[in-house]
């Protein structure tokens, strides 16, 4: 069996500048990995919070978040209402249920603004100052693209753990 390369090792992205491949490369890397540990994954276990620790439903939600919210700021913009109101919901249900195909489009599409937005920044801008949130805190604009990078993997790894132990504990 043939091991496939991961996006990192395919080369550069076209239209990406090249300080700015490593966020590109790490976001689709993100995005295959999930959408291929989230295939047939069951909705009933995404809110299942084992040893109280935050449930698979909760890092889909964050995924797509944190990724709109720091490539906000990395704008200089602050955030919307509905950006506001999606982060008071992670880690619970919409009334409606959520579908775990739902979820994965919103993270989905999260990344192919992202990867618009990297195309459209120029590398000029990168150690401009950007304030983080009402505080103001500081970063620039490399500071929070790395972040929403290196902040997505993290939760990648978080989330294939969750989703694995509930899927165990729930085939027992």
């Keep these: 069996m043939e091991q496939k390369l991961e996006v990192w090792q395919r080369g550069p992205l076209p239209e990406i500048k090249p300080l700015l491949q490593p966020v590109a490369h790490a976001l689709l890397q993100a995005r295959e990995e999930i959408n291929e540990y989230m295939h047939e994954f ?3 276990l995404l809110w299942i919070r084992p040893a109280g620790m ?3 439903g909760f890092h889909l939600q964050h995924l797509s978040g944190v990724l709109d919210r720091v490539f906000t700021y990395a704008r200089a913009e602050s955030l919307s209402d509905f950006q506001f109101a999606q982060l008071a919901e992670e880690g619970k249900d919409a009334e409606h249920k959520y579908s775990v195909e739902e979820l994965l489009e919103r993270f989905n599409k999260q990344v192919d603004q992202a990867l618009v937005q990297l ?3 120029d590398e000029r801008t990168l150690p401009d100052y950007r304030g983080i949130g009402r505080a103001g805190l500081p970063s620039t604009v490399i500071g929070l693209l790395f972040h ?5 993997m993290r939760h990648v790894g ?3 753990v969750t989703a694995a ?4 504990e729930n085939n027992s």
């Design 42 to 44: 069951p909705a009933h």
């Design 54 to 56: 935050a449930n698979t």
């Design 119 to 121: 195309k459209n920044t």
């Design 148 to 152: 929403a990078a290196e902040h997505t």
């Design 158 to 160: 978080q989330l294939m």
């Design 165 to 168: 132990v509930v899927k165990n």
